[in-house]
C-alpha cells in the first residue's frame, strides 16, 4: 500500500508569492491532518479535514492559510503572501476514521523556504 | 489532553534492547497511549499503541501501567536506524483532541 503522499518535497517562494502544499492520503483513508513543524520545534496541529468538510482549523493562521480537501483529488494546504515566518517543514497525515484506535499516519512532509 | 513527560535523551547499545519511558499520570480512561518516532527530518512514524493491555507488532512492545500512569516502549534489539526522537502521546478523539507532540525523547543508539 502506498502511504501518505505529499509534493513537493521542497518547495521555495519569494515572500508574497503563494505555496500550494498536496496531500494524497493512504488508500481508504478519508481523513486528513495537515501539521507544521518550526526549525528545532515541534509538531503543531493546523487543521483536521474530511471529505469536502472541515472539522477543526483550531492550529490555523487566521489570515493568509487554508485549507480544502475535495471529493476528489488531492487535500491542499495554501498559504498566500508568504513571509519568512512560514519557512518550515509541513506534514500532512490520514486516518481511516476519527478514533483514538485508528492511528494517524504521516507524509515525509514538504519544507517550505521563503526568500 | 493529559500530558506526558519523557526523558530528554537516552542511549543504548546496538543489539540491546531500548526502554523508553513515559508519565502520563493524568490520563483519563478513553485516552490511548501513542508512541511515534521521527527520524532527523523524516515524517513522524507511527510505531503502537494502546489503552490498558500490553501490546506488541512488528515493531515494539509496549508495556502500559495497571494504573495507567505510566507506560515503557520497547525496542527488542536496537539498530543504529533506530537513532530517532520518540513521543509519547496521550490521545482521544473528542472536541478539541489532537495529536500533541511534545519535545520527546531523543533516543541514541551506539554501536
Known amino acids: 500500500n502506498a502511504g501518505v503522499m505529499q509534493n513537493p518535497r521542497h518547495l521555495v517562494r519569494r515572500r508574497g508569492q503563494e505555496a500550494r502544499l498536496r496531500c494524497s492520503p493512504m488508500k481508504g483513508h478519508s481523513h486528513v491532518y495537515w501539521y507544521r513543524q518550526l526549525p528545532e520545534e515541534g509538531l503543531k496541529f493546523m487543521v483536521y479535514?474530511?471529505?469536502?468538510?472541515?472539522?477543526?482549523e483550531s492550529g490555523m493562521p487566521k489570515e493568509r492559510f487554508s485549507a480544502e480537501f475535495p471529493k476528489e483529488g488531492p487535500s491542499i494546504l495554501r498559504i498566500q503572501q508568504v513571509v519568512r515566518g512560514d519557512s518550515a517543514a509541513y506534514f500532512c497525515?490520514?486516518?481511516?476514521?476519527?478514533?483514538?484506535?485508528?492511528?494517524?499516519?504521516f507524509g515525509d512532509g514538504t519544507r517550505l523556504s521563503i526568500l | 489532553d493529559a500530558k506526558t513527560t519523557q526523558p530528554t535523551s537516552m542511549d543504548c547499545a546496538e543489539g540491546r534492547a531500548a526502554n523508553l519511558p513515559c508519565n502520563h499520570s493524568?490520563?483519563?480512561?478513553?485516552?490511548?497511549v501513542y508512541w511515534y518516532r521521527q527520524i532527523h527530518s523524516q515524517g513522524p512514524q507511527y510505531i503502537i499503541h494502546?489503552?490498558?493491555n500490553n501490546e506488541t507488532n512488528e515493531m515494539a512492545s509496549l508495556i502500559i501501567t495497571e494504573d495507567r500512569k505510566s507506560s515503557t516502549l520497547i525496542l527488542p534489539h536496537a539498530t543504529l536506524r533506530d537513532t530517532a526522537v520518540y513521543y509519547c502521546?496521550?490521545?482521544?478523539?473528542?472536541?478539541?483532541?489532537?495529536?500533541?507532540f511534545g519535545k520527546g525523547i531523543t533516543l541514541s543508539v551506539r554501536p
Open positions: 502521546i496521550a490521545y482521544y478523539t473528542g472536541a478539541n483532541s489532537k495529536l500533541t
Open positions: 494502546g489503552l490498558k
Open positions: 479535514l474530511q471529505k469536502e468538510n472541515i472539522i477543526d
Open positions: 497525515a490520514s486516518s481511516q476514521a476519527w478514533s483514538g484506535n485508528q492511528p494517524q499516519h
Open positions: 493524568t490520563i483519563s480512561g478513553n485516552e490511548y
